[in-house]
Every structure is written in structure tokens, then in C-alpha cells.
């Protein structure tokens, strides 16, 4: 009863900031699921009962299911796509197409009712299309029960049996699921490798199966002494052959993920009193590097929960299973046979999923930079705080952008995640592209006003689907700054960032610094000029479309200069200094800016490299 009770508690806590913060409706789902497994089939037979809520002001005449499985079929759209795409995912290639029927996944529908009548439906590919008995009413609740059988295909991605390291069940994308219909309509996106957006609610789950796995799933596990298996202190003891039913409770999240296996070994590790972090494992061989890793993955959370927002749920997974590293609400499937540094760096980015994507829960399809590149963002400062380095943690993510620029392959972050041409212009977009759009808005509004701001989005957008807007209105209100302009540009177009340093010259005791705009995208400027005498002033150029200036402690002495109008190719400024006295001149030397060529960002210009002799070596 202790246990019913405080699901309800919690459950109350969670929903009550949908209707309080934002007046944006949202869909509800609550789902509970009954899953009968056979593992020596890898099938699995399974009933659904989804309560739905219509929160819209439209009235539905269709609803529209993922069948996730049904993509790891020969000729799929997913198997098609990943044979035409010019860099296809090695872990994918055409590995699909030679499945045999038995490898296969898939989805099949056996019955679906709505409100007890009997519906009709088709299936298309990854898509079940419904034609609804009864409208479904703005305001109101309908009943969806549903019942299917399913086969785990061989691990192709992310879902499947028998992965890379042995893994027998790797439980993501495994069941009959709602698309979300939200203020921009449907999302029926067909699977076709890639990206999640899923309806806030519920979920109320069963599995019976083998009773020698362990299960790790989301949600929290309703039934621990009757399973044991590090779930309660109780050694419980289980007959050969004999079947278990696990049963988990899930509150307020969108998705549900689980995994098996014989040789999980399960430890607990507390990160405070209200968070416990579970790890599962394949036993001996790894104990060493994953008992390493818990200390860094307890400090991983404190360390996001103090800048980024209190982690909400009382427990989070993380377990050896999928093809890499990949999110899931309360949990993650990551390869787990690694070094240290590399199995801290996956845990830690699946982890921060839990704040973009998991509780923030963009519609990451669309903007899969506010999840991959936000996380990758906080993966950076995370492991700088974990591996002490002197070096600026976003370095990679700028320089891996600035790399795809030259490779002329960019493609607008406002690309549909599916829709772009190459897997590398959508992982650097989505990754890198994100995590310098945050590092750049902290050089755009100041350090200070983005900490506090992406607290203030987090407490704002936490269990709703938060979109660009949201976040820039949220950042306007922080900084008191006009932002537009660059969500405009940086976010909806592919031009770049450039300025230089044109001209320096002497004018009767004084210096003239004359600057020039070589990109398209403009930017306020920090300059940072050196003199002679050891002492540093920043001269700080606001972009005149901000309508304001930021704030920010980084520089000892700032002298804040008249806004630069974005159409002028040039600015000029004077320091009341001789030429003479001037030791060095900087744009941005916090290099937060993502000038796609800094090299004449400084004054004097730095030397050019010297031409290599032939047979020199480059050390
Ligand atoms: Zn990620």
C-alpha cells in the first residue's frame, strides 16, 4: 500500500506544473502492458490497455501506433535507406536485408478496440493507421485495448536480441506505441534509424518470463522480494524453468525500455537519499572498470542536478545492453566492455539525456540539436569537472563544426533528423553544431545569464515538450536581449560566423582599430586588447539588433562601445592609447564565438607556419 501511495504522491507532484507553467496543451497516455516472453523464440505475446487523453481542441478521427520492430525487416524503409545513404552506420549497413524470418522483428496487431468496439486498422511498415469507432472529443478520455504478438529481431540498432557482447534481450522500441499529436499535428514518422518524440504519462508494465533473467527496466519495480536479484536485500531463490513476472511503475515519463539477461550482476549505489543509481552488468570480468565508474556516474549526477535542475525521479539504470550508448526514460543501454575514461564518457552522456530529451522532451526528430547537442554540451563541463583539463572543454564540439563547414556537407539544424543527406551532417549538426549553439549563446548573453537560464528552462519546460521558441523566449527574458537573429540565423540557415581584425593605426597619440564582418551571421564582439604595462581592457561591441547588452564577469575592465548596425561591413573604434603602448589585440579570446576562420582574430597577426623542408617530421 506504502508503495501505491507514494506512486500517487509523486504522480500528482509531477503533473501538477503541466497545467501551471505554460498554457500549451498536451496529450496523456497511460499505458499497462502485459507480456508474456518466450525466449526460446525470442517472441513475445503482449496485451495493451492505453487510457488517452484528448487535451487538444481538436477532434481526432484517426490515431496513428509506432510498430518499431517491423523496420528490421529486408526492404524496409530503414534497410533501403541505410543501403542508399552515402556514409551508412556501420552498425546498420545492409545487415537487414540478409535477415532470415527467423531474425526478423516484428509487430503484429491481433485485436484493437476502442472503448470495447472493434476497430479498423492497417499496418504500414512501422506505422499502425486506425480509423476510430468514436471521434475522439476535445477533453475527453478514450480506451484503446490492443493485443499482439512480436518477435526480437537479432540486434541490428539500439533494439534486439543478442548484442555485440552478449546481451540476450536489449528491450527499446519494443511495443505498440501512441504517436504524439501535439500543436504542430501528427508525428507518424516512419522509423527509418533514427530520433523519439513520444506522449507524457504513464506506464504500468508486467514481463513474465524465464525466471533465470534479470530484468533492468525504467520505472521502479513493484515486486522486489518476490525477485530478488539485488532488487531486495532477501536472497530469494528461484526453480529452474520456472517462470517470473516482473512488474515495473513508470510515472510521468515518455517511453519505456527494458533489457534481460542470465549474467546480469545488479549493484545499488546512492547518489543522496532521495536518488539511488542501478548498474547492471555481465558478472566477473567487468566488475572492475563498472565499480570504477560508479563513484564518477554519483558525481556526474550531483554535478548536473547542482547547474542544470534537480533530476526528478527517485532511481536511474544504467545497463549493459544496445549497440553504443542510447536514452531511455530512467535508464540507458550502453556497450559496457571499455576503458574507464571511454565508459565514464558514455555513461555520463546518456545520463545528461535524462535533463534534454528525457524531462526536456523536445521533439528530438526536429531538433535533435537541443537534445544530442545540449547533452553534449553538459557532457563537456561534466568531464572537465571528472578529468581535470586546462583545456576548453567545448573545443572538440567547435572544431568538428568548423570541419563540417569545410566539408561543404551542412544541412540547417532545422533539418528534420531523418530528412538529412548524410549520417555525418546530421550527428556533427545535431551534436557538435548543438553544443557550440549553447556555448555561443553564453558568449551572446553572458556566462551568468545562460547558467541561470538553463535552470529557468528546466524548471519552466520539465515533462513538456519545450521547441527553439520556447528556449529563446526563455533566454530573452533572462538576458533582457533580443535573440531572433540568432536562432534565425545559426539555427534556421547554414551561413557562418567571421570577423577580423582589418587595420590598426596610429592617429595622434591614439590607435585606430578598424574591424571587419567577413561572415554572414553577425555577432557582438569582445575584444580584448593587451598593452604594454601588463593590464587588459575589453572593449565590448553590442550587435544593435539585440537592443541591449550583455553582462558578464569574464574580463576585469570592460568599455562598452556603440552598437555595431549588422549591415555595416566594418567598424571602427579608438583606444586612448598609443600604438606603441599595445602589446596584442583579440577577438573572443574565450573563443566562444564559432568563427569559421579565427586566424585573423589577432593583432599583430600571428606568424604563418614556415614551409616544411621535405622529409621534416610534424611532431
Ligand atoms: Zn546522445
Given at each position: 500500500m506504502k508503495k501505491l501511495l507514494s506512486f500517487f504522491v509523486v504522480a500528482a507532484l509531477y503533473s501538477l506544473p503541466l497545467s501551471a507553467q505554460s498554457d500549451r496543451w498536451q496529450q496523456r497516455a497511460k499505458y499497462e502492458m502485459n507480456i508474456d516472453f518466450d525466449a526460446q523464440k525470442h517472441q513475445y505475446k503482449g496485451t495493451q490497455k492505453l487510457v488517452y487523453t484528448n487535451n487538444s481542441p481538436d477532434t481526432l478521427i484517426k490515431v496513428f501506433y509506432h510498430l518499431y520492430l517491423n523496420a528490421f525487416q529486408p526492404g524496409s524503409q530503414m534497410d533501403v535507406r541505410s543501403r542508399t545513404i552515402a556514409d551508412p552506420d556501420a552498425r546498420v549497413k545492409d545487415r537487414i536485408s540478409k535477415l532470415s524470418p527467423s531474425e526478423i522483428g516484428y509487430e503484429k496487431i491481433l485485436s484493437l478496440k476502442q472503448n470495447g468496439k472493434p476497430l479498423k486498422y492497417q499496418v504500414v511498415g512501422t506505422i499502425l493507421e486506425v480509423t476510430l469507432a468514436d471521434k475522439i472529443l476535445p477533453k475527453t478520455q478514450h480506451t484503446f485495448d490492443l493485443q499482439f504478438e512480436a518477435q526480437v529481431p537479432l540486434q541490428i540498432r539500439r533494439t534486439g536480441r543478442n548484442n555485440s557482447e552478449g546481451i540476450d534481450y536489449s528491450m527499446a522500441q519494443w511495443y505498440p506505441k501512441m504517436c504524439e499529436y501535439d500543436y504542430e499535428g501528427w508525428h507518424s514518422n516512419p522509423y527509418i534509424a533514427r530520433e523519439f518524440h513520444g506522449i507524457w504519462g504513464d506506464f504500468d508494465v508486467k514481463i513474465t518470463l524465464d525466471a533465470s533473467y534479470v530484468v533492468a527496466a525504467t520505472g521502479y519495480l513493484q515486486n522486489p522480494d518476490k525477485i530478488g536479484y539485488g532488487y531486495s536485500k532477501k536472497d530469494v531463490k528461484h526453480k529452474a524453468g520456472e517462470k517470473l513476472t516482473w512488474h515495473f511503475v513508470a510515472p510521468e515519463v515518455h517511453d519505456f525500455v527494458w533489457a534481460a539477461d542470465p549474467d546480469y550482476k545488479h549493484d545499488v549505489v546512492k547518489v543522496d537519499d532521495k536518488l539511488a543509481l542501478h548498474f547492471f552488468y555481465q558478472g566477473d570480468s567487468l566488475s572492475r572498470v563498472w565499480k570504477e565508474m560508479q563513484p564518477m556516474a554519483v558525481q556526474a549526477f550531483k554535478i548536473m542536478n547542482e547547474k542544470f535542475g534537480r533530476y526528478p525521479y527517485k532511481q536511474y539504470s544504467i545497463i549493459q545492453g544496445g549497440d553504443g550508448g542510447m536514452e531511455y526514460p530512467m535508464a540507458t543501454l550502453i556497450t559496457g566492455r571499455l576503458t574507464l575514461p571511454a565508459l565514464v564518457s558514455v555513461t555520463v552522456h546518456e545520463s545528461i539525456h535524462s535533463w534534454f530529451q528525457m524531462i526536456l522532451g523536445t521533439n528530438e526528430s526536429k531538433y535533435g540539436w537541443m537534445d544530442e547537442g545540449f547533452t553534449t554540451y553538459a557532457q563537456n563541463i561534466v568531464m572537465a569537472e571528472l578529468f581535470?583539463?586546462?583545456?576548453?572543454?567545448q573545443r572538440g564540439s567547435t572544431a568538428s563544426y568548423r570541419s563540417l563547414v569545410k566539408s561543404g556537407l551542412e544541412e540547417p539544424l532545422t533539418t528534420h533528423a531523418d530528412h538529412f543527406n548524410t549520417n555525418r551532417a546530421y550527428s556533427v549538426a545535431s551534436y557538435s553544431k548543438g553544443a557550440v549553439f549553447l556555448n555561443q549563446l553564453g558568449y551572446i548573453i553572458g556566462k551568468e545569464k545562460l547558467e541561470t537560464g538553463m535552470k529557468r528552462y528546466f524548471n519552466e519546460w520539465k515533462f513538456k515538450h519545450p521547441n527553439p521558441t520556447d528556449l529563446k523566449r526563455i533566454m530573452e527574458k533572462e538576458?533582457?536581449?533580443?535573440l531572433d537573429w540568432y536562432w534565425e540565423n545559426f539555427v534556421g540557415t547554414t551561413k557562418t560566423i567571421g570577423y577580423g581584425i582589418k587595420e590598426v593605426v596610429s592617429i595622434g597619440g591614439k590607435t585606430d582599430v578598424v574591424l571587419a564582418r567577413e561572415g554572414q551571421i553577425p555577432m557582438p564582439l569582445d575584444v580584448v586588447v593587451s598593452y604594454k604595462d601588463g593590464s587588459q581592457e575589453n572593449f565590448y561591441i553590442p550587435l544593435e539588433i539585440m537592443r541591449g547588452e550583455k553582462s558578464e564577469s569574464l574580463y576585469s575592465k570592460t568599455t562598452l562601445l556603440a552598437d555595431w548596425g549588422w549591415t555595416y561591413p566594418e567598424y571602427t573604434f579608438t583606444i586612448?592609447?598609443?600604438?606603441?603602448?599595445?602589446e596584442r589585440i583579440v577577438i573572443d579570446p574565450s573563443q566562444r564565438m564559432a568563427d569559421i576562420n579565427p586566424d585573423d582574430n589577432v593583432y599583430p597577426s600571428l606568424p604563418k607556419e614556415l614551409p616544411r623542408l621535405k622529409g621534416e617530421k610534424v611532431q
Open positions: 581535470p583539463t586546462k583545456l576548453d572543454p538576458s533582457g536581449l533580443e586612448d592609447k598609443n600604438l606603441a603602448d599595445i
